[in-house]
């Protein structure tokens, strides 16, 4: 089978660790522990310039600036609008919790400034509509912070669907999911419905979500029948420490899905942060000429350490083989690439290299999942034009 697989070895790799272009003045809105990925991953660029930080806490974002030694000459703000009206910026990395990503960026977008928006793109359908609202009317870059569109191995399964090699495509099964990580060691805002609005739907389940529909080009979704479910978010004994968590526990700890996409495609979908299991399973994207196997991950926010495996008949044997992994960087190496692909396209007048346009029906099948568990039963998915 290596001719088979020498198809897919192309090498395709663009170094973004040295593109080093005019200097891109950049503000963040949000300043809590993502906001330090963000910052670590700034400071290995030398055509970028942090001259301010914004944080409804007061004093937090200064803190964290002290901690990792760079406030010198920095503006420290307690709202992302204040600093966006004192300040001339290029650029915004928006980080806070997932309430507030369509109010922050559109006031950024609204001031001219280009936005780097942290997953999930909005809580809301209706909220992400009018952030793209925002985005058209402005002219200005908005990207969604998904790094792992900068793997390789992530790539990987786009060009072997692209090649054909799988036929035409009529299932996907996302799985992966965590047996127990629901996201408390920052207190509660990824918990609390006022300041994480969804859970592990919003948090990871984007993530499985945007791997396996840009793998067959972001259709459009039609109808979905959803689940989800909080027992363990709402069970002090979850919360060794800190039974308290569980009353302020408002979101989703589990969803599945049937979703049907344009095509003739059905999408299986199913997503943990916690549940009496290893794994909901590995991804497949089924076709009519061959099946293809994505390792499980709990997340999906990177890598996966396992190869790909394709399955399919040939001269009447079933056979199956693995798509070699490439080593890579890991986590801390694909989130530099978020950003500097980022900051390449504000230099350049470039495109977002995670579009809104692709997002929307991520964000889509997330509000109709949550729509159709609150009515028990199946909802159509319009997405108004923009």
Not at 134 to 158: C, D, H, V, W, Y
Request: glycine share 10%; hydrophobic share 40%.
């Amino acid at each position: 089978m290596a001719d088979i697989q020498d198809r897919f070895k192309e090498n395709t790799e663009s170094d973004l660790s040295n593109q080093i272009g005019k200097e891109v003045r950049v503000g963040i809105i949000g300043t809590g522990w993502i906001a330090e990925a963000h910052l670590e991953n700034y400071m290995k660029m030398p055509d970028v310039k942090i001259v301010a930080a914004a944080d409804l806490v007061p004093g937090k974002a200064q803190a964290l600036f002290e901690k990792m030694g760079i406030a010198e000459g920095v503006h420290f703000y307690e709202s992302g609008h204040a600093m966006l009206e004192a300040e001339q910026l290029d650029a915004v990395s928006i980080c806070t919790y997932n309430c507030q990503h369509a109010p922050c960026a559109i006031d950024a977008l609204e001031h001219g400034v280009n936005v780097l928006l942290e997953k999930p793109f909005t809580v809301t359908l209706d909220e992400a509509v009018e952030v793209m609202k925002a985005e058209k009317k402005s002219g200005k870059i908005l990207t969604i912070g998904f790094q792992p569109r900068m793997s390789e191995n992530m790539q990987m399964i786009k060009k072997i669907v692209d090649s054909g090699e799988l036929g035409k495509i009529y299932y996907l099964q996302a799985g992966g999911g965590r047996r127990r990580g629901i996201p408390t060691p920052y207190g509660t805002s990824f918990i609390a419905k006022e300041t994480g609005g969804i859970g592990a739907l919003g948090d990871i389940g984007s993530y499985s979500l945007d791997m396996l529909l840009n793998a067959v080009g972001y259709p459009k979704p039609l109808t979905a029948t959803g689940y989800t479910s909080d027992f363990f978010g709402k069970d002090p004994e979850t919360y060794p420490g800190h039974p308290e968590y569980a009353e302020a526990f408002g979101v989703d700890d589990f969803a599945a899905a049937f979703v049907r996409l344009e095509g003739g495609i059905m999408l299986d979908f199913r997503i943990s942060w916690a549940m009496n299991m290893d794994t909901a399973g590995d991804a497949l994207i089924l076709g009519t000429k061959g099946g293809l196997r994505i390792p499980s991950t709990e997340c999906w926010n990177g890598e996966f350490d396992k190869p790909l495996r394709i399955y399919k008949n040939v001269a009447g044997s079933e056979v199956s083989y693995e798509v070699p992994l490439k080593t890579l960087g890991g986590f801390g190496d694909l989130f530099y690439k978020k950003l500097r692909s980022f900051i390449n396209a504000v230099q350049n007048d470039g495109k977002a290299t995670v579009p809104s346009s692709e997002i929307i029906y991520n964000q889509a099948i997330i509000d109709a999942i949550v729509k159709s568990s609150k009515l028990g039963r199946e909802v159509e998915i319009e997405i108004p034009e923009i």
